[in-house]
């Protein structure tokens, strides 16, 4: 017997084929990021390496599903930044805080984390993670992200 299978995608838009991921449902930690960007791929590629004790489940934001998993996650949020959830508890970090989440989470993320203990550190972090997201697609992103609204809502 043969049973269909139905594939849904968020807003129209499939995984991209190329999008690395890794890990499954029930990590401690769950990664979402744009997988039709290249420099984000390029960095999850990176913390699939890191990630020593499969700790993270690392998935592209055009995966089928998100919404119904992470309800209090706004769909445009995955356009504006990195989400880490911490999967028992629901705690959700994006942007510069996603990134020093990992970074804590990370046994080689160690040696770089203790930086965001320097005063001023974490708001300097995050206002160059919200220009560097805004200007992505100038920084090696590629054509997809140049075809995307511009205007993107970054709340200082």
């Given at each position: ?7 849904f995608t968020g807003a129209g838009e499939a995984v991209p084929a ?51 998993r992470f309800p209090w996650i706004p769909a445009k949020a995955y ?19 996603a990134i020093e989440r990992l970074l804590d989470v990370l046994p ?49």
């Amino acid at each position: 017997m043969t049973v269909p299978v139905v594939r849904f995608t968020g807003a129209g838009e499939a995984v991209p084929a190329d999008a690395p991921g890794s890990g499954s449902p029930g990590r401690r930690y769950t990664v979402v990021y744009d997988g039709y960007c290249s420099v984000c791929k390029r960095l999850v590629g990176a913390l699939i390496k890191w990630d020593s004790r499969g700790e993270l489940e690392i998935l592209p934001s055009q995966t089928a599903g998100l919404g119904a998993r992470f309800p209090w996650i706004p769909a445009k949020a995955y356009l504006e930044s990195v989400q880490v959830v911490e999967t028992s508890t629901g705690h959700t970090w994006q942007g510069a805080a996603a990134i020093e989440r990992l970074l804590d989470v990370l046994p080689k993320g160690k040696f770089i984390s203790w930086i965001f203990s320097i005063p001023f550190v974490r708001p300097l972090a995050e206002r160059f993670y919200r220009w560097f997201a805004r200007n992505r697609y100038h920084l090696g992103c590629g054509e997809h992200c140049q075809l995307r609204d511009p205007d993107l809502d970054y709340p200082e």
